[in-house]
Nanobody
């Protein structure tokens, strides 16, 4: 079955960096775009970044442009989110998601990112 397993979160000081990973299985990973979302306490889940199936097109939320980079390794069925210059407002649970059709209903458990001094 479809599985998405996020990892790499943690506690980091403002200005620091983290690299999130999402290991995918149970579907043809290289055929689908992928997305990263985040959900801060008391707020709705928001789209952070997306990448097409072969990585040719990447899009970012305005709040993370220039600081975050989404990438993927289709040989490893993994999508990444490199987060630099982290701010307290980046705190939240980060989730990966499959871009398209019924597979978008699947979510992993998420990985917690906390930016605090």
């Amino acid at each position: 079955q479809v599985q998405l397993v996020e990892s790499g979160g943690g506690l980091v000081q403002p200005g620091g960096s983290l690299r999130l990973s999402c290991a995918a299985s149970g579907f043809s990973f290289s055929s689908y775009g992928m997305k990263w979302y985040r959900q801060a306490p008391g707020k709705e889940r928001e789209l952070v970044a997306s990448i097409t199936s072969v990585g040719g097109i990447r899009n970012y939320a305005d709040s993370v442009k220039g600081r975050f980079t989404i990438s993927r390794d289709n040989a490893k069925n993994t999508v990444y989110l490199q987060m630099n210059s982290l701010k307290p407002e980046d705190t939240g649970v980060y989730y990966c998601n499959i871009a398209g059709g019924t597979l978008s209903a699947y979510w992993g458990q998420g990985t917690q990112v906390t930016v605090s001094s």
